[in-house]
């Protein structure tokens, strides 16, 4: 077989909010804040959303997209420091394919005019993955929602 059945990339994505680097956190680390921002794109259905926001803590998001296929993201929570870093390692699947793993760091750096994000993300993208570029087409969208949900 000469074909890769796995493609790496890391893209990062900044963004700057004139408001405070516990806000920010907080987008993240409260569930029902992050539920909001976190939702699906028209068309889809949020189907279950388990949050455990800790160091060793689980999230689960299961979701159906294009005529009843079931999305799920299974992330563990790896490293975080209150209102300063997470670091979470994730894994989608469609059914029981796994089509992509990845770890991500979100940064929160204060400013004179609040707080610049630096989200980073190495992904592992396997057979029938979205790959690099509508993930990171997808992450923007998210944290652009973040973004709303804080200006809101």
Not at 26 to 47: I, L, V, Y
């Amino acid at each position: 077989m000469n074909e890769r059945s796995v493609i790496h990339s890391t893209f990062v994505i900044r963004r700057s909010y004139p408001t405070t680097p516990q806000r920010v956190f907080a987008a993240f680390a409260d569930p029902a804040k992050k539920r909001r921002w976190f939702a699906p794109d028209q068309g889809e259905q949020m189907e279950e959303f388990e949050m455990e926001f800790r160091v060793g803590g689980r999230e689960r998001k299961q979701f159906t997209f294009n005529a009843g296929k079931v999305c799920e993201n299974r992330t563990i929570y790896q490293d975080i420091v209150t209102d300063r870093r997470i670091v979470f390692a994730y894994t989608m699947t469609i059914g029981d394919h796994c089509f992509s793993a990845s770890q991500s760091t979100v940064e929160l750096l204060p400013t004179d005019k609040g707080t610049d994000l630096i989200f980073t993300e190495q992904a592992a993208f396997f057979e029938n993955a979205d790959g690099p570029e509508i993930r990171e087409k997808g992450w923007t969208l998210l944290i652009d929602r973040m973004g709303n949900e804080l200006a809101g």
